[in-house]
């Protein structure tokens, strides 16, 4: 039995309240994490507003980062004392995690948004043995210990600070690989980035850390644009004032090469495509509510633009992690601009500071270490 003060949630769009419930010992591939530090992300306020169909009560959390505490008597690829990231849940046997892409897993759902095992068996209870919810992006990060899959543990070097380095396994590295992975835009070409959060501002540090040229930032905050331009953006545009497709072709007549839509919202996504080139390439990584459509114009793709989705950056995660590390060691990509920390009993701040745009990547301080 291991007892972990964790953040839940019990009723839609209700508050995180702090309780102590019970957590399972590891089972044979599974990972007991102390977790150091866990980052907020839009994702767990999707869960929280049940857009996403997740049974409630839950334990979110899916930016993890911590220590390892206990392996499973099947598990390799770590050990006790690793300090890890914690990533998102794959079966590591179909046939795209076969072919090195586990971000578009077949049971990626059931890994990561199920609420239990894959058996139906629960990792946390209360006292009184009610269950709830957990194993969210295999992980439920949101306490003071986490119980993972060995295949979403990414170890990292020890010296690096452990605290900021949560973010990397889900929101830094959707934005950061959305770029890196799969648009590859060339180096001295352009990239409008729609949604200055913290995806898109990562995907800006990205694009500037490659050699991308033309970087624009699209939004309707204007502190976000202006520290966007600290960053080193080449342009922003504000969405309230002026017609971001019109302003872009204005920088750029010919359009632009690659567009990245980050908020979700369809007639944004209809923006990124519009503000193409010809040929051009725009990605979607906003989360948008279930059954959200787009309308296009058809003539206007057959001139060669393309559509797509990019689920975590087309990371995998083992691999891009520790290379993201390696850049920001480097000062190409400083990622930790973006982090702003609260404790862990300040979660229902950090929420609402995230929602309302006040700080772009919250982070829980959970334990030190």
């Not at 501002?201 to 331009?229: E, K, M, P, W």
């Not at 993201?324 to 404790?343: N, S, T």
Request: hydrophobic share 40%; with cysteine; charged share 20%.
């Amino acid at each position: 039995m291991i007892n972990v003060n964790a953040a839940v949630v019990r009723t839609k769009g209700g508050q995180f309240e702090l309780e102590e419930l019970i957590l399972d010992q590891p089972r044979d591939h599974e990972v007991l994490i102390k977790v150091v530090a866990c980052g907020v992300c839009h994702t767990d306020m999707v869960v929280r507003d049940q857009k996403y169909p997740v049974p409630l009560p839950m334990v979110l959390g899916h930016e993890g980062s911590g220590i390892v505490e206990k392996v499973g008597s099947g598990v390799n690829r770590v050990q006790v004392g690793d300090h890890v990231v914690l990533s998102f849940g794959y079966c590591g046997v179909c046939h795209n995690c076969l072919n090195a892409r586990p971000f578009y897993c077949d049971q990626f759902y059931e890994h990561n948004f199920k609420g239990s095992r894959l058996d139906g068996s629960c990792t946390h209870h209360t006292h009184e043995n009610e269950p709830v919810g957990g194993v969210f992006f295999s992980q439920s990060s949101f306490g003071t210990y986490a119980l993972a899959s060995e295949s979403n543990v990414v170890k990292i070097r020890k010296d690096v600070p452990l605290e900021i380095m949560g973010p990397l396994g889900c929101g830094i590295q959707t934005g950061a690989g959305a770029i890196i992975n799969a648009l590859k835009p060339e180096v001295g070409s352009s990239v409008a980035i729609f949604g200055a959060g913290a995806v898109g501002l990562s995907a800006a540090l990205a694009a500037l850390a490659i050699g991308v040229t033309t970087v624009v930032l699209i939004d309707i905050n204007d502190d976000r644009l202006a520290f966007a331009r600290e960053l080193g953006v080449s342009h922003t545009i504000n969405s309230k004032s002026e017609d971001p497709v019109e302003a872009i072709k204005c920088l750029v007549p010919q359009g632009i090469s690659y567009s990245l839509e980050c908020t979700g919202r369809p007639a944004v996504a209809r923006q990124a495509v519009e503000a193409l080139s010809i040929p051009g390439i725009c990605g979607l990584v906003g989360a948008a509510p279930m059954g959200a459509e787009i309308i296009l114009d058809i003539n206007s793709l057959l001139f060669g633009r393309s559509v797509r989705g990019i689920i975590e950056g087309d990371s995998v995660p083992s691999e891009f992690i520790p290379q993201l590390i390696e850049l920001w060691r480097a000062k190409k990509f400083p990622f930790d601009k973006l982090i702003e920390f609260f404790e862990f009993s300040e979660i229902n701040e950090a929420v609402e500071a995230s929602e309302s745009g006040r700080v772009l990547k919250p982070v829980l301080k959970i334990q030190s270490y």
